[in-house]
Every structure is written in structure tokens, then in C-alpha cells.
């Protein structure tokens, strides 16, 4: 997949010079582009740089969301070296003179696409205006496609480059994710290799450590510190507070890996010496080469849009401050993976905020260690823009830490040919506030509220008030896989009238009374018996404590109603049991009910009881691919234990 593909073309008194030789190669359709660069509007101080930029695999759902890293370039005419080009901003969201061309369509493949509201996200202070983030100002998910977009150059920071009528522009781009503020756990209470935990007495390795805020982080061997069982922090030590801990909210790379489009393009903006020690022709010449004069190099790759093998960390940092990024922490690796959740063993293989799937295997993901003090040294200073590193930047082997899917660590540089990596950036102070970040589920305090009347399964909500819960994000989608997936490479979960659900919980002395307002544009099961959860089907469970579960399943099907009990108490359970399922297709909204009496279940008014639920979803006819649901536990390996809590309310 790409993380970057740009294409620029010579328009007005500056040119935009294309830097990468590129062939006849299908453009992927999941990459990010941006073209037409040319410079506008020059006044005495600034300059209006226009482009148009696209991607594939974009998504906002408050503060879920995806961006693009857009960074430039300028040189002067000739062979000069290449500059960043810094933006001049006078706030942060949304600066004055940034802006798109509005109400403009696109053509993709002779496809007309309406135009994307974007909002700019433009870093201030010291490090700030090397670059900006370019998102969705509205909810939604598929292709960002629109044209042109406007930011604003600061002349001065290119002193006489800027007036130069030879000089050169060039635009390049990076797909992130967010990842937003929050505590979150380190390790997942099991037992994967080299993991940490919270050190107690010595008589256990696995209990999670809570990162629970800004400032610095106790290590060692000692009560409630974070330590781990291989590669540890200072032992009666502290990872400093100007260590990033993962708790401040950041972007990363959408995706573990550079390009070889995209690492040729760095190499043809360094100068020649650089670039000589970031090439190295036994390695990378098997994708990039090199033109024959050294002193002029061009490096061009006949399939710009595979992986760049054969990268060092050193090629990685250089990289990073190049495009004024940073390299990722393993303490920002896990949050990246986990979310902010109460974690579960080999939860990480995906992204939980929409990053590409996690580098597994023996390559792992190089991340900055906290089992070295030069790594602990490490303070989050970005890139400058330039190929020089910054001081606090570790560049030993002994500093690096490989992750993989399941979070397991190993340390070194790992020069494998496909070693994983990612750039991040520490989210811009300033920005407007995109809402708290989301409670997972399964931590909520969540109850079956007490009814005014008696529950009825007829198909009428009008004993209900607002929904217990709505499920309408990419955050609500199992498996983590088709959260994301977007576009034409794979059809994963499409938005909220592709899926999306209204629970209701509640009881009135004598039922628990459910019901689900489901929104699916498509609505199949033909399936029955046992087999109705392998269609469009609401599945529950039950746990009253005894550790045995009650599951069972409500589905709309060819043949009508059905309902089944897989396993646990209630033997009249599906005689007394209403229930109803009305869709109305037009609208596309099936609708479910259940009243389900507490003597058959084993349960108390006012008990505490787990309870777990998965709406299906297919939307072919040939089974379902993804579903939404509570917590887990429920699928396979069964564990009734680690449903969520709910209690029965009296009021």
C-alpha cells in the first residue's frame, strides 16, 4: 500500500519539478497523491502554494480520524540543495489564507466525485509550520478527493530561494491515523514474550501497568512501578517526563513500512554526499537505481508503489527529519495497537484506531526502547526538515526495540529486508478540541434501566426512551480488520447506513426487555437452526455468574422468525421467550425484540449480571463478514467471565 505518491508539474514563474522518475506502473487505488503544485499571489512577505491531493482510505467519526502529513520542498535554480518550505499560520485550526477551491467535482477513472471538506491543521512554535495536516472536517468514510488546496509560505524562511525565477517546488504527503489522549494499558494480563507489567512482589509477571498521564514513570523492581521480563527501564529508575510515555495524543504513519517511490523521492532531495550514505547499491539497488553520474545522481524504481527493503535505522531517523517527523516510542506503539481499553491477549495484530495491521513475524516494528538511558533520552523533538538528525534522536542499536503483532519485543536494529517502521508526529497544541476520546465498551458502567410498563416484543418502541448505547463508529466493528477498509481493494464496513445499531436494554420485573434498531442497507439470512448467526442476526449471552453462559440468537430469515439457544439454562427458555423482527427495506432498518422472563435465566432483581451482544451483518447472501459488538468473550475461545457488567436498575 502506498504512504506516499506525489506528481508535480511545471505551472507559472516557480516550477514544481517532479523528483521521481516514475514508469508505466497501475497507480494503486488506496494511495495518496497530491499534484499540480504551483505558486500564487506572492506579496512582499508570502506566497499562496496551491495542489490537489487524494486518498483512498479516509475516515472521521468525532474523534476517530485520519490525515494526511503534507510537507514541501524548494531549491533555488540549478543543482542547489533543497529547502523546506515553512508555512506562515496564525493559528493553529484552519489558519488565515488556507482553504480549498469549494463546490468543484473531480474525475477519478472517469468517475465524478463531489469535493471533500477539509480542515488544516497547521503545528506552531519552534518546530511548527514545516508542514500541516490535512483531514475530513465532516464525518464519514471513503475517498478525501478535491482541488486545489491553498497554504500560505513564509518568504522568510527561504530568504532569497523565493524570489529566485529559477527556483523549484515540490509537495509530498504521508497518510496518518490519530491516535488521541488517554490512559491505556502496557502488556494484556497474558503471557507474550518479553512483555511489561506492574511489578508487585515478584510472584508475577503479567498484571497490566496504566499509563494514566503526562510526566515521568517510575521503573524497577518495586511495588506498582512499571518493569518488564526482558529488556527493562532503570530498576529503582524513571522513564523521564520528557520521554514520550504515549499518553499525549500523536499521529502515525498509516502504514509500517517507506516505499520505494517514496524513499527514491527522499533521496533525490538530499544532496550527493548525503544521499551516497543513505544508498547502498548491494541493498536497495535491487528496487532503486542510480543514474551513472554520481555528482548528478537521479533515482528512479520501476515499481514505486512496493516496499523499500533493506532499511536501516539510521535511513529510517534521516527519513523521519527530513518529512519533520519522529520516530515512535514501544510505549506509543502499544497504545497505537491497543487503544485505550482494558486489553486482552494478542489484541494488538490490528490497530484498534485504523492503522494498517502491525508488523508481525520476525521483523517486528523498530520503535525507541526504554532499556537503555541513551534511548530515555529521548524527548519527542521533530525534524527539522533537513537531513540532519536532532540531538536527543538515539541512533545505536542498543536503543531500538523491535514490536510485534502481539507485542512481543527483541532489541537491535533488526536489518532484515522488510523490518517495519513508523514516523510520528505529536499532535499540534492548539487544535480545535475533536471531543474526549472514546470509552471502550467494555469498561463502561452500563445497566438494563427499570421500565415504566410491561415490555412487549411487537415492534413498537414506545416503552422506550433514548437508546442504552449506540453503535455507530468504526471503533463498534469486529473483527478490527474491516474497520477501515475502504475502497475497491476490499469492502469492509462502509459507515453507519451500512451498519449501524440503537440498543435498548431494560426490565420490568419480570423480563429483560431488548431491542435493537439496526440500520443495514442489505439485509440477508437464509440460513436456520444453529446456523442463523451466519446471516444479518442480533446474538446474545447471558452470565448470572455460575461461569456456564446462556447463548442465543434472533434472526429475520427466508423462512421467517427464528430463534435459537445454543447452549446454558432456560429450558422453556425459547417457548416463553418473545420475540419479534420487522424490516422495513425501504427504510433499511431491521428491527429486533426480546422479552426474556428472569426465572428462566436464574436472575434477580437488582443483580449484577454479564451480558454480551453481536449484531451480524451480511450484505451479500453468502454469510457475514463483520459485526458489532459488546466486549469480549462471547466468541471464540467462549469465556462468559469477560462479558461486560450490567446491573438491573431499581430506578
Partial sequence: MDIFRYALFANGSLRALCLLVLTACAARADGIRVGNVSVTSRVVSTANITFDIAWSISWRYGVVHDAAWVFLKVRAGGNADWAPVRLAADRVLNPTGFGQEKGALVSTNGLERPWTPLEFVVPTGEDGGLGLLIRRTEGGMGVVETRPVTVVWDFAANKGIARDARASVAAFAVEMVYVPEGAFYLGSGEGEANRFYAYSDGSQNTNCYRVTGPGAIATGRQAGRLWATSVTPADNGELPASYPNGY???????????????????????????????????????????????????????????????????????????????????????????????????????????????????????????????????????????????????????????????????????????????????????????????????????????????????????????????????????????????????????????????????????????????????????????????GDALQMGIDTGDGSGTIFALALTTNGVVFHQFEGRGAKLATNAGRNVIRDEEAGKTRYELTLPLRELGIRAGATIGYNLMIFDDDNGKGQRYWFQLGPGITYPFDPERFPRFTLEEK
Fill in 248 to 534: 499525549a495524543a500523536f499521529y502515525c504513519m498509516k502504514y509500517p513500512y517507506l516505499t520505494q517511490g517514496q524513499y527514491a523521492g527522499f533521496l533525490n532531495c538530499l544532496s550527493p554526499a548525503q544521499a551516497e550514505v543513505r544508498y547502498r547499491a548491494d541493498r536497495h539497488g535491487s528496487a532503486i537505481k542510480r543514474s551513472a553520474t554520481a555528482a548528478a545522481a537521479a533515482y528512479s524504481t520501476l515499481t514505486p508503489d512496493q516496499r523499500c527493503p533493506w532499511l536501516t535505522w539510521e535511513d529510517a531517523l534521516t527519513f523521519a527529519a527530513w518529512a519533520g517527523l519522529r520516530p515512535m516510542t514501544e510505549l506509543e506503539y502499544e497504545k497505537m495497537g491497543r487503544g485505550l481499553g482494558t486489553p486482552a491477549a494478542d489484541d494488538a495484530v490490528m490497530s484498534y484506531w485504523g492503522a494498517a495491521p502491525i508488523n508481525g513475524g520476525e521483523t517486528g516494528e523498530r520503535t525507541i526502547s526504554v532499556g537503555s538511558a541513551a534511548a530515555r533520552k529521548f524527548a519527542g523533538t521533530h525534524g527539522r526538515g533537513t537531513a540532519d538528525l536532532p540531538g536527543d534522536w538515539p541512533t545505536k542499536a542498543s536503543a531500538v526495540i523491535c514490536r510485534s503483532g502481539a507485542a512481543d519485543a527483541h532489541t537491535g536494529v533488526n536489518v532484515q529486508p522488510l523490518a517495519g517502521w513508523r514516523a510520528v508526529r505529536t499532535a499540534p497544541p492548539g487544535d480545535a478540541d475533536l471531543g474526549p476520546a472514546p470509552v471502550p465498551l467494555r469498561d463502561r458502567k452500563l445497566g438494563f434501566a427499570r421500565l415504566k410498563t410491561k415490555g412487549v416484543a411487537d415492534g413498537d418502541l414506545k416503552e422506550w426512551g433514548k437508546p442504552t448505547l449506540s453503535l455507530k463508529t468504526p471503533l463498534d466493528c469486529y473483527s478490527e480488520k474491516p474497520r477501515f477498509s475502504t475502497g475497491v481493494t476490499a469492502r469492509g464496513w462502509q459507515g453507519p447506513s451500512d451498519l449501524g445499531v440503537d440498543l435498548y436494554l431494560g426490565w420490568d420485573g419480570d423480563s429483560l426487555c431488548i431491542a435493537a434498531d439496526v440500520t443495514d442497507d442489505r439485509h440477508f439470512n437464509t440460513r436456520s437452526g444453529d446456523g442463523i448467526w451466519d
